[in-house]
C-alpha cells in the first residue's frame, strides 16, 4: 500500500511559479515510477509530468514541456513539481500518483499508475 499526499496548490498569477510536493509513504518509494496529473472542471483527468526511477529520465505533456519540472527526492520520499510562467489554463486539481513497482518506461495514462494522492488546487488568474 502507498500513501501519497500532495501539497503546495494556490491562487498565482499568470507568468508566476509555484512548486507542488507530494510525500509518499508506505513501500519502498526508490523503485517507483511516480507521475503527476491534473484535472480542470468538466474534463478529463490528463498526464503533466513523469519520473523514472531507474535512470532518473523525465518525460512531459506538450502542453507543460518547457515549463514545468519533475524530481524526486528517495531519501525524503517526495516528489516535486516546479510550474513556472503559469498561464491560466493551467489552472487545475494536481495529483501526485505511483505506479507498479520496479516498472521502467513512459506511462501517460491513468491506468498505468495505482496510488493517487488526494489533489491540490491550483488556481492562475489572468
Known amino acids: 500500500q502507498v500513501q501519497l499526499a500532495e501539497s503546495g496548490g494556490g491562487l498565482v498569477q499568470a507568468g508566476d511559479s509555484l512548486r507542488l510536493s507530494c510525500a509518499a509513504s508506505g513501500r519502498a518509494f526508490s523503485t517507483t515510477p511516480m507521475g503527476w496529473f491534473r484535472q480542470a472542471p468538466g474534463k478529463e483527468r490528463e498526464f503533466v509530468a513523469g519520473h523514472n526511477w531507474r535512470d532518473d529520465s523525465t518525460y512531459y505533456a506538450d502542453s507543460v514541456k518547457g515549463r514545468f519540472a519533475i524530481s524526486r527526492d528517495n531519501a525524503k520520499k517526495s516528489v516535486d513539481l516546479q510550474m513556472n510562467s503559469l498561464k491560466p489554463e493551467d489552472t487545475a486539481v494536481y495529483y501526485c500518483?505511483?505506479?507498479?513497482?520496479?516498472?521502467?518506461?513512459?506511462?501517460?495514462?491513468?491506468?498505468?499508475?495505482?496510488?493517487w494522492g488526494q489533489g491540490t488546487q491550483v488556481t492562475v488568474s489572468s
Open positions: 500518483a505511483a505506479g507498479n513497482r520496479y516498472s521502467f518506461g513512459v506511462y501517460t495514462a491513468v491506468r498505468d499508475y495505482n496510488y
